[in-house]
């Protein structure tokens, strides 16, 4: 059983940065494609950023490309997200998922594996 742990939230100013993590157990890592989404309140869940197994193809929502960056590290079994330029617009519960669609997906119903997700929360 994949487990999904993700760290690194907490409260950021707006332009400032914040970098995610999600650390996998449990399973091969790096056979597989991860991706982020995020739930604000009273939202669904949305769509942020995808990567394929090796880290050499990325997809990003509209609304984050060119502020967020999706990376892997295959030797830690981690993924993470590195936030920057904020706004009180990205403030969401983050959540990290794993999925066995190659090279990756964006939809959430393709992901089998879910972290608890972390509280990003952007404001001044």
């Known amino acids: 059983q994949v487990q999904l742990v993700e760290s690194g939230g907490g409260l950021v100013q707006p332009g400032g940065s914040l970098r995610l993590s999600c650390a996998a157990s449990?399973?091969?890592?790096?056979?597989?494609?991860m991706g982020w989404f995020r739930q604000a309140p009273g939202k669904g869940r949305e769509f942020v950023a995808t990567?394929?197994?090796?880290?050499?193809?990325?997809f990003y929502a509209n609304s984050v490309k060119g502020r967020f960056t999706i990376s892997r590290d295959n030797a830690k079994n981690t993924v993470y997200l590195q936030m920057s330029d904020p706004t009180p617009e990205d403030t969401a519960v983050y959540y990290c998922?794993?999925?066995?669609?190659?090279?990756?997906?964006?939809?959430?119903?393709?992901?089998?594996?879910w972290g608890q997700g972390t509280q990003v929360t952007v404001s001044s």
């Open positions: 998922a794993q999925t066995a669609r190659v090279p990756y997906s964006i939809y959430d119903q393709d992901f089998t594996f």
């Open positions: 449990g399973g091969t890592f790096s056979r597989y494609a």
């Open positions: 990567i394929s197994s090796g880290g050499g193809r990325t």
